[in-house]
């Protein structure tokens, strides 16, 4: 989710946990053009883009990028979600509303912080 960023300039390879990961921010940015209005609410609600071998690279480039702008813009709602997320049984899915419902609780209407967060988005580097 916000595991460290591949470097191939690095001697390490790694450029470190929370690193800009230029790979799925590049995809991120050729995505936003096309991007759908209802991509962030698919995304947390459905697997089925993470699924779809056309859709996988936005998807993943997507959540890459909620994950970065919630702990940048959030951090405290997006420890509690996380600690919320941490506390379910293992493998037991949860149905698209209760998703929906469960982020919604800590981060408000997920309309509203989808204009927040393409606009966080655009403005990295």
Same mark, same amino acid.
């Given at each position: 989710?916000?595991?460290?960023?591949? !470097? /191939?300039?690095?001697?390490?390879?790694?450029?470190?946990?929370?690193?800009?990961?230029?790979? +799925?921010?590049? %995809?991120?940015?050729?995505?936003? =053009?096309?991007?759908? =209005?209802?991509?962030?609410?698919?995304?947390?609600?459905?697997?089925? +883009?993470?699924?779809?071998?056309? %859709?996988?690279? !936005?998807?993943?480039?997507?959540?890459? $990028? *909620?994950?970065?702008?919630?702990?940048? #813009?959030?951090?405290?709602?997006?420890?509690?979600?996380?600690? /919320?997320?941490?506390?379910? #049984? =293992?493998?037991?899915?949860?149905?698209?509303?209760?998703? /929906?419902?469960?982020?919604?609780?800590?981060? $408000? =209407?997920?309309?509203? *912080?989808? $204009?927040?967060?393409?606009?966080?988005?655009? +403005?990295?580097?």
């Amino acid at each position: 989710m916000y595991f460290e960023t591949p !470097d /191939l300039h690095s001697a390490k390879g790694w450029a470190g946990v929370g690193a800009v990961n230029r790979f +799925r921010l590049d %995809q991120l940015h050729k995505y936003l =053009p096309v991007r759908g =209005p209802d991509s962030l609410k698919t995304l947390l609600t459905a697997d089925g +883009r993470f699924r779809d071998p056309r %859709q996988a690279a !936005d998807a993943y480039a997507e959540a890459w $990028g *909620l994950v970065y702008f919630l702990l940048h #813009q959030h951090p405290k709602e997006c420890i509690e979600y996380l600690k /919320l997320l941490a506390s379910k #049984q =293992p493998l037991k899915q949860d149905g698209p509303e209760r998703r /929906l419902e469960e982020f919604e609780k800590f981060f $408000g =209407p997920w309309k509203r *912080l989808d $204009g927040e967060f393409v606009r966080f988005i655009a +403005r990295v580097k």
